[in-house]
């Protein structure tokens, strides 16, 4: 199947500051791609819709200024999170659609110290 | 607004011992439905989607079936490696993102 890298695997910050999520289409290019989270023995909420070459469409409830979302490349679309708080540790993952159906990066933990 | 209902939350079985996940759901259109594979700390796993009624898809111990209303997703003879949770997600249409249920917690225990 597809294959999609998200990086990095987990990541530790303090509040306040600012990091940044990659994800890659590995043999397949995406002209779109998608943000998720997921809190603890919760289900994936969308969080964003990124088109390549466009701005990010947002779900309702998520702040585009806070969840800064870039897609430069038909094979990599990142997710900065700004400004981190301790409410913003979750479990972040992009997906991506290849012919054969929708692949999902590894994920992203993210704790906010 | 389209919704994907999963039961059971939980279930625990007996290495061997089959059993089906059910995945109802509501959309207007449907593309595709789709079942995953998560393990803790991971992404989901893609596993079968299912496009029109009747159809049916089988890897290793797992078959998924298609009804209008609901899929099922049947675990013949489990093993503890089986253990994770699998997601139930629907498309309703073109490049629009998956809706997805909660999931159902599944432990085989040896």
């Known amino acids: 199947g597809a294959v999609v890298s998200q990086h990095p695997s987990w990541v530790i910050c303090k509040s306040g500051t600012s990091v940044k999520i990659e994800c890659r289409s590995l043999?397949?290019?995406?002209?779109?791609m998608f943000w998720y989270r997921q809190f603890p023995k919760q289900s994936l909420m969308l969080m964003a819709t990124?088109?390549?070459?466009?701005?990010?469409?947002?779900e309702q409830g998520v702040e585009k200024d806070k969840f800064l979302i870039n897609h430069a490349s038909l094979t990599l679309s990142t997710l900065t999170v700004t400004s981190a708080h301790p409410e913003d540790s979750s479990f972040y993952i992009c997906?991506?659609?290849?012919?054969?159906?929708?692949?999902f990066g590894s994920g992203t933990q993210l704790s906010v110290l | 607004e389209d919704q994907v209902t999963q039961s059971p939350e939980a279930l625990r079985l007996q290495e061997g011992e089959s059993s089906s996940l059910n995945c109802s759901y509501t959309?207007?259109?449907?593309?595709?439905l789709f079942w995953y594979r998560q393990d803790p700390g991971k992404g989901p796993e893609f596993l079968f989607t299912?496009?029109?009624a009747g159809e049916e898809k089988e890897k290793e111990r797992l078959k998924a079936t298609l009804t209008k209303k609901e899929s099922f997703l049947h675990i013949t003879a489990p093993k503890p490696e089986d253990s994770a949770t699998y997601l139930c997600?629907?498309?309703?249409?073109?490049?629009?993102?998956?809706?997805f249920g909660k999931g159902t917690r599944l432990s085989v225990i040896a």
């Open positions: 299912l496009y029109s």
């Open positions: 043999d397949f290019q995406a002209t779109t």
């Open positions: 997906s991506a659609t290849a012919s054969v159906g929708l692949f």
């Open positions: 959309v207007s259109g449907l593309r595709g």
């Open positions: 990124s088109n390549e070459g466009s701005k990010a469409t947002y």
């Open positions: 997600a629907v498309q309703a249409g073109g490049n629009t993102p998956l809706v």
